[in-house]
């Protein structure tokens, strides 16, 4: 009587599910069984590749931040998906960011770049590479890090005007909500500080997938 192997479920055909899923197949197909159980109609989670007018649009996951060493760039390569010329895509961005960034503020007044902008740029985008270097303390969530960071950038200078401080404060609140999107987290207040230093960004260009992200899903499913 041939031995019952033992069977896995995994509970969601996300990309994490069908990942793992991979995973355990390669490394013992012949030791047990795996399962993947999905409650929708669809494979890929939040991965789905739509068409409209012509053109493929992403309602979902649409960009690989960074290619040099990323599994996500690795398996689209496999499954043939980066063959098109990303150029000729209209919505692709191929000219890099600008060198100078216009900020406005409400009521249509310009915000000095050299004078205001940047330095509150620099100012998260240095604490945010601190956090992810393990490097800073508090016992706080990320956004009161960040709005203390910005209290001690303020306190060191001498006194600024009331109306400068609130643009700067309103600077830094552009700068929190995107990394609310980044981390489609509700309220950065929730993210631990401490966690942040497990972040990592794979170098090289961020780009999107010219055949659709569903070309991943779709590998994932027949590996």
Sequence with gaps: M??????????????????AAQQLCGAGRDKFEVVVVEAGCRAGGRVYTSEFAGHRLEMGATWVQGIVGSPVYAMAREAGALREEAADLPYERMDGFPDSVLTVAEGGDVVDADTVAKPIEDLYRGMMKAARAGEAVGGVGVEEYLRRGLRAYQ??????????????????????????TDTSADDLGDLDLAAEGEYRDFP????????????????????
């Design 204 to 223: 090289g260009d961020h780009v999107t997938i010219p055949s659709g992200y569903t070309r991943v899903v779709e590998h994932l499913v027949a590996a």
């Design 155 to 180: 306190a060191a200078r001498p006194v600024g005007s009331k109306e400068l401080e609130e643009v700067e404060e309103a600077l830094l609140s552009m700068h929190i909500n995107r990394e609310r």
């Design 2 to 19: 041939a031995e019952k192997k033992p069977r896995i479920v995994i509970v969601g055909a996300g990309i994490a599910g069908l990942s």
